[in-house]
T-cell receptor
Framework: TQLLEQSPQFLSIQEGENLTVYCNSS?????LQWYRQEPGEGPVLLVT?????EVKKLKRLTFQFGDARKDSSLHITAAQPGDTGLYLCAGVGAGGTSYGKLTFGQGTILTVHP | NAGVTQTPKFRILKIGQSMTLQCTQD?????MYWYRQDPGMGLKLIYY???????DKGEVPNGYNVSRSTTEDFPLRLELAAPSQTSVYFCASSAQPGHTVRGNTIYFGEGSWLTVV
């Protein structure tokens, strides 16, 4: 069974601060996805990173895939109250019985105070 | 375009009762999934389907059953509900399996909150 450890579980920050969320595993993934989930709704895909070392930017959000494709990070610059939500990372299995299946991290609940 | 639609949104069940969570998608996706989300535990795959007539177990299938008679519908059945099945359930669909090409997107429904008492 593949495991993804996501940290921190909770983040409470002031508007304008920067933050980083981490996802770590001992397993290799073929790709890694980041989702954002609002209360009462399903997760919505933010980005997919595929290549080891890949960096993707989405406005103030920067996503990085580790060189060995075992870990990823999400960095938010100058956080805004609208960034508040649950952030989930999900690794896509690279082989064996995990091939093609999504493994989710536990999630990070981010609260940005005005 | 409705996307992925789940019903009911909320349900309270008594221990031992049975029920079906309905899921339908209008995107003509071959791949459909059922996940459960517990507090602090992320999402865990219950069952998935790669096309009409084909289903397979995920990570936590015990206590559940699925069927896929059409491309659009993928109902999840709970037999003999137990308190451990109290959770939020998400149905999802994608055009391709979750492992494939850059840009592949999995679409989630809004969730079904189930409480077993």
């Amino acid at each position: 069974t593949q495991l993804l450890e996501q940290s921190p579980q909770f983040l409470s920050i002031q508007e304008g601060e920067n933050l980083t969320v981490y996802c770590n595993s001992s397993s290799v993934f073929s790709s890694l996805q980041w989702y954002r989930q609002e209360p009462g709704e399903g997760p919505v895909l933010l980005v997919t990173v595929v290549t080891g070392g890949e960096v993707k930017k989405l406005k103030r959000l920067t996503f990085q895939f580790g060189d060995a494709r075992k870990d990823s990070s999400l960095h938010i610059t100058a956080a805004q109250p609208g960034d508040t939500g649950l952030y989930l990372c999900a690794g896509v299995g690279a082989g064996g019985t995990s091939y093609g299946k999504l493994t989710f991290g536990q999630g990070t609940i981010l609260t940005v105070h005005p | 375009n409705a996307g992925v639609t789940q019903t009911p949104k909320f349900r309270i069940l008594k221990i031992g009762q049975s029920m079906t969570l309905q899921c339908t998608q209008d995107m003509n996706h071959n791949y459909m999934y059922w996940y459960r989300q517990d507090p602090g535990m992320g999402l865990k795959l219950i069952y998935y389907s790669v096309g009409a007539g084909i289903t397979d177990k995920g990570e936590v299938p015990n206590g559940y059953n699925v069927s896929r008679s059409t491309t659009e519908d993928f109902p999840l059945r709970l037999e003999l509900a137990a308190p451990s099945q109290t959770s939020v359930y998400f149905c999802a669909s994608s055009a391709q399996p979750g492992h494939t090409v850059r840009g592949n997107t999995i679409y989630f429904g809004e969730g079904s909150w189930l409480t077993v008492v």
